[in-house]
């Protein structure tokens, strides 16, 4: 039981690249979320997940895209990288319960855009 | 908007004290209050406090849930220097169960 996983760990891109930042997890949780989390920020939302083939936008959408074809996976896409996208990318996951949501993090992506 | 604010924004003590964090939020659509800690790595949970649940203990740490004065605060007794870390507090909100982390408080316990 691996828990919530984050490929890959460490990146650097240049200004105008491209990536895919994936998140798995073995619980068989309906609730997916990608955070980030900047010195002095706390983490900030950019989009979550309902369920399968569901998204929706957090605090901070602008510049990433995200998609969720399978359950177990929530992939965040940055089309067009920028300096101010350095960061560290958190992925959690969560139960479908209305009164319960412990979220279960991923150990993180630590970005850096040149 | 949806905001979560924490205080103090750091703290140092020495071990054997205890500490209050604090955190206060908005009302808008609330459905539970989160206490996570950040040691390197990944945020872990801590307690989580709803309308049926306002005061939770484990070990050393407990905390309670204030709806009226909308606050939360997350207590540690004998602090330890495993203690060091950053604690965030989020609440959860609407039906999708939106979650808002407030910047976090920096802990550090000196021996």
């Known amino acids: 039981n691996a828990g919530v996983t984050q490929t890959p760990k460490f990146r650097v891109l240049k200004t105008g690249q491209s990536m895919t930042l994936l998140c798995a997890q073995d619980m068989n949780h309906e609730y997916m979320y990608w955070y980030r989390q900047d010195p002095g920020m706390g983490l900030r939302l950019i989009h979550y997940s309902v369920g399968e083939g569901t998204t929706a936008k957090g605090e901070v959408p602008d510049g990433y895209n995200v998609s969720r074809l399978k359950k177990q996976n929530f992939l965040l896409g940055l089309e067009s990288a920028a300096p101010s996208q350095t960061s560290v990318y958190f992925c959690a996951s969560s139960y479908l319960e209305l009164d319960y949501n412990e979220q279960f993090f991923g150990p993180g992506t630590r970005l850096t855009v040149l | 908007e949806d905001k979560v604010v924490q205080s103090p924004l750091s703290l140092v003590v020495h071990e054997g004290d205890t500490v209050t964090l604090n955190c206060s939020y908005e009302v808008t659509n609330f459905r539970s209050l989160l206490w996570y800690k950040q040691e390197k790595k990944a945020p872990t949970f801590l307690f989580m406090l709803?309308?049926?649940?306002i005061e939770k203990k484990s070990g050393r740490l407990s905390s309670i849930l204030d709806k009226k004065e909308l606050f939360s605060i997350l207590n540690i007794t004998a602090t330890q220097t495993g203690d060091s870390a950053v604690y965030l507090c989020?609440?959860?909100?609407?039906?999708?169960?939106?979650?808002?982390f407030g910047t976090g408080t920096k802990l550090q316990v000196i021996p």
């Open positions: 709803t309308s049926s649940g």
């Open positions: 989020a609440r959860c909100s609407g039906g999708y169960q939106k979650v808002t």
